[in-house]
């Protein structure tokens, strides 16, 4: 029987929740890096025993952390002897855990308005490559992606991504990051990016040029412009691997989808209570079913009327039912953040999130009910999930 | 002999209990112990120091013989109860928090 692993980044730790096909019974393994904020966790498609972690501090900054049993025993990547050694037998400088710019960095929008230089602070996501265990891309903030080929031993910039009108993106409120990295299975030069409060990205030769796709997008409170190129505060975009045109997305107000690989969104919030929120995803086996979790709004982070409602639309958005059946309906006041939502490919479609309240909530059944794994976790960064056969 | 504590979550990283040991060949300053520890420990390059400009990171504080050597140039040759190995030299997060 398959089973699945969940895997969840928090404020201090990680764990890793494991469960058969049926995803009753949960073992609850952690915390991983007890004290660190781990951002998030993703396993390797090509390889689902190898797992990546994005372990940080502001005390002791950046750690990228490896499993290469399942996430059993954990190393940082590049600090084994063998891997410091050069070629003349003396040792190199240690490259590990290094995340530099590339070039003059140049600066970008400060909150009051000036321009402020581009400082590395932590890595938000990380995204293995489809095919290859060692190749996996980093989103960092301030906003860059940066790619190792190795392993997590060394990795680069491309930072062909600031030159699509850097100087003009602004950090939202929780930071100016790359928090979103979708990779297109159907052509490996493309690859989708979103930064918060700068928008989302495309590139078609493999990152080394990138061009905004925001076209669609409104930002009129936030933005003079209601029309800017950069500058909307995208919170998460989803694509279901059968159909890497469609894009759905959750920005800080609206909900949106393109059918053209972002050249151009529509709103698809509907009926939805709010259409502010974070995380957005789309159901493993039905490409046009999607989930949100509305939140209140910009100024108050938890569900309204304190009930923890997941919305499903079937239809690709506009309209949209609340699932709640399994999840409290009153005096619930978490949020749920932009990386903390995910399916498993089973069947039925199990569905996965994470609160900032500690919980994370499963559902067997495509979200039409949903349980508890656990209850009383640090506040959830992250959740990913690996079906395993 | 030079003793070295570290903080919490660096001797988790770099799997050590207690205090770590080394013997440097030349003067001792914070400079160059930091250096001793980034090379029996490749995991801490970057968590003491940046990994470019090699500037001490802001939460962390070094401390000897009752006295902060935080602030002082990092080539600064500290006292020789350091360096007999009669005291230790501290690398301590700030507290910050509430």
Known sequence: MSTVRVLVGTRKGAFILTADGKRKNWDVSGPHFGGWEIYHLKGSPSDPNRIYASQSSGWFGQI????????????????????????????????????????????????????????FKRIWHLEPSTTDPDTVYAGAEDAAIFKTTDGGKSWKELSGL????????????????????????????????????????????????????????????????????????????????????????????????????????????????????????????????????????????????????????????????????GLPQKDCYVNVLRDSMCVDSLEPCGVYFGTTGGQVYGSADGGDSWNPIVRDLPAVLSVEVQTLP | MIRVLLPFHLRNLARVDGEVQLELAGPVTPAAIVDAIEARYPVLRGTIRDHVTKKRRPMLRFFACEEDWSLEPPDTVLPEAVATGKEPFMIIGAIAGG
């Open chain 1, 162 to 325: 600031r030159s699509a009108k850097g100087s003009l993106w602004q950090p939202g409120a929780g930071g100016m990051a790359v928090h979103t990295i979708l990779l297109d299975p159907k052509n490996a030069k493309r690859m989708y990016i979103a930064i918060s409060a700068a928008g989302a990205f495309r590139t078609d030769d493999g990152g080394k040029s990138w061009k905004p796709i925001n076209r669609g997008l409104k930002s009129q409170y936030e933005l003079p412009d209601p029309d800017a190129e950069v500058g909307h505060c995208v919170h998460r975009i989803a694509l279901h691997p059968s159909r890497p045109d469609v894009l759905f997305m959750q920005k800080h107000w609206d909900v949106l989808r393109t059918d053209n690989a972002g050249d151009q969104w529509t709103d698809v919030g509907g009926n939805l209570p709010t259409d502010f929120g974070f995380p957005i995803d789309v159901h493993a086996h039905e490409p046009e079913t999607i989930y949100v979790v509305p939140i209140t709004s910009d100024s108050l982070h938890y569900p309204p009327e304190g009930k923890l409602r997941v919305y499903r639309s079937k239809s690709g958005g506009n309209d949209w039912e609340p699932l709640t059946k």
């Open chain 1, 64 to 119: 990228i952390q490896r499993s290469d049993d399942g996430g059993k025993t954990w190393n940082p990547p590049g600090t084994k002897p063998e891997d410091l050694m050069g070629a003349d037998g003396f040792p190199k400088a240690g490259v590990s855990n290094m995340f530099v710019y590339e070039g003059e960095v140049g600066t970008h929008k400060w909150y009051d308005g000036t321009q402020h230089p581009w400082e």
